[in-house]
Every structure is written in structure tokens, then in C-alpha cells.
């Protein structure tokens, strides 16, 4: 397979013509069916971007939507990034009554899975890459309800810890149309500071396994459960995000995206010794 053709963000790519996408890189590239390959934008690019934001910057703004490669760790990764939207790299896309299923394990839900055209979870490992920093990121949310209403939310900082502390997630201000579904206790279910449960890794506060739990014959899916949830969005039967999503009013889609925080900079200055907030 073949990619033709040349595409330049702000000359930092050269023209690449004839490059075998077959031979693409990226640690997660199961999230990309082989037929696929040749939709990754920026194959040939040198000095990967760490996040969809500086793949949009280092285009000058012009970068479409679509799957790129990106870099927030040692190793090259695959992600779609909605650059109409401002560069938000997408770690969740979520369809009612998916064909992906996300009743998945630990491991599953540690490496990623799904498509990232379509329905996926692109893994705890690369959110926890992500949004380790060295800059800070927050969180987007974003729904569409089955009369094409879109509600959408930003949590800022968001942050998301490493495996040895169970993926704990850590939430600071929210601001948006959609209801503040993860650090209100409005429900008595509080997901800021929770760790990450699956189907076999129980690590919520409630006496039965909260993943487990079905609704119409569907399980929760993986999850920073409390005891159980005041919003869910890896049930695949019902997008559950408090009073905007639940079983009496539906929602068809629903994201989750990361991106730099627009409140915290990294300021470079040669007068300084170290970087400064």
C-alpha cells in the first residue's frame, strides 16, 4: 500500500511520495485496520508532534481532521485528532448500541481498542502519557443527543495516573453547556480521584463489581467507578452522563478529547533558569 502524494505543516514535513504505509510505526497500530494505514496524515514526518495541539500548531492551522501519528511518550502512537475543533486529541469515541464492545479487561482497556475512525478506547497507557506533562491538559467532553443537540464540557486540569495507582484520575475546574456529571456529588457518586475498574480489576467503592453490573444485558464497561456512577460513557447501550444522557434521554454519541490547558503555559525565558508556570 501506497501513500502518494505531499503535505507540508509549516515546513516541517517534506514531500513524501511512494512511502510504504505498510511499514508504519506506532505502538498501538491495532487501532488501525491494515486497509487504513494510508489515512495517517503525517507519515513521513520527522520530529513527531507530541499531541494532536502541536500537530495543528506545527501546521500553522491548517491540519485537517484525521488520523495522525503522534508522540507523547518513548514511542510513536496513532490517534484521531479533531483539528476543527482546536487540536483536541480524541482518547474516546462512543456510539449507542456499538458493534465495538467495551466490556473489555484491564489489559484491553490499558492498550486501547477499537478503530480510531470509529468507536475506540485509545488506552490508559497513552492517557496517562498524555497528560503527564510536562504542560498541563484538561479533559473535553462532548454529546449529541438523538434531536442533534450538543453538549459539551471542559474539566481543566485533567490528569490521569499510572498504573501503579490503578489509572486514579484527577479532575480539576469544570466549565461547559453540559452538566458537571464527574466532580458534583449531585447523586451521591463523586468520579474525581477514583481508580480505573474493569470486569477484572475491581478497584471501585461499591461491595459489588460496578463493571459487571447490567442494563439491559449490558455491563458497565471500564470505568472510574465510585459506587456505582453519576455518568458512564463506555456503556454502549446508554450513554450515561447524569440529567443531558440516560435511558429516558437518549444520546447517539459521545467523546472524550485531551489538549493543552489554555490557563497554564510553559514560559521559556533566557533569563530563567528553569521553566516557570
Known amino acids: 500500500m501506497k501513500w502518494l502524494g505531499c503535505w507540508l505543516p509549516a515546513l516541517l514535513l517534506l514531500c513524501v511520495t511512494g ?32 499531541d494532536c495541539y502541536e500537530m495543528l500548531m506545527a501546521s500553522s492551522g491548517k491540519a485537517r481532521d484525521g488520523v495522525y501519528l503522534i508522540q507523547p511518550a518513548d514511542s510513536p502512537i496513532i490517534a484521531f485528532c479533531a483539528m476543527q475543533e482546536g487540536g483536541w486529541t480524541v482518547v474516546q469515541h462512543i456510539t449507542v448500541n456499538s458493534s465495538v464492545n467495551f466490556d473489555r479487561t484491564w489489559d484491553e482497556y490499558k492498550e486501547g481498542f477499537g478503530v480510531v475512525t470509529g468507536d475506540h478506547w485509545l488506552g490508559n497507557k497513552y492517557l496517562h502519557q498524555l497528560t503527564r506533562g510536562p504542560a498541563h491538559y484538561k479533559l473535553g467532553i462532548k454529546l449529541v443527543d438523538q434531536d442533534a443537540i450538543t453538549k459539551t464540557g471542559e474539566y481543566d486540569p485533567f490528569l490521569v495516573e499510572d498504573e501503579s495507582s490503578a489509572y486514579r484520575l ?52 471500564g470505568w472510574w467507578y465510585d459506587a456505582c456512577a453519576g455518568a458512564n460513557l463506555n456503556r454502549r447501550n446508554v450513554i450515561y452522563w447524569q440529567k443531558d444522557c440516560n435511558k429516558e434521554r437518549l444520546c447517539k454519541y459521545a ?23
Open 170 to 221: 484527577r479532575l480539576g475546574l469544570f466549565q461547559g453547556s453540559a452538566i458537571d456529571a464527574l466532580t458534583l456529588d449531585t447523586e451521591n457518586y463523586l468520579h474525581d480521584n477514583q481508580k480505573f475498574t474493569t470486569k477484572d480489576r475491581d478497584n471501585d467503592n461499591y461491595f459489588q463489581n460496578c463493571a459487571k453490573l447490567e442494563f439491559q444485558g449490558v455491563p458497565g464497561g
Open 19 to 50: 512511502l510504504d504505509t505498510e511499514h508504519l510505526q506506532a505502538e498501538n497500530l491495532n487501532l488501525l485496520p491494515p486497509e487504513e494505514h494510508n489515512l495517517v496524515l503525517n507519515p513521513g514526518m520527522r520530529g513527531l508532534p507530541r
Open 255 to 277: 467523546w472524550m478529547m485531551v489538549r493543552p490547558s489554555d490557563t497554564v503555559k510553559l514560559i521559556h525565558s533566557g533569563e530563567c533558569k528553569k521553566d516557570e508556570l
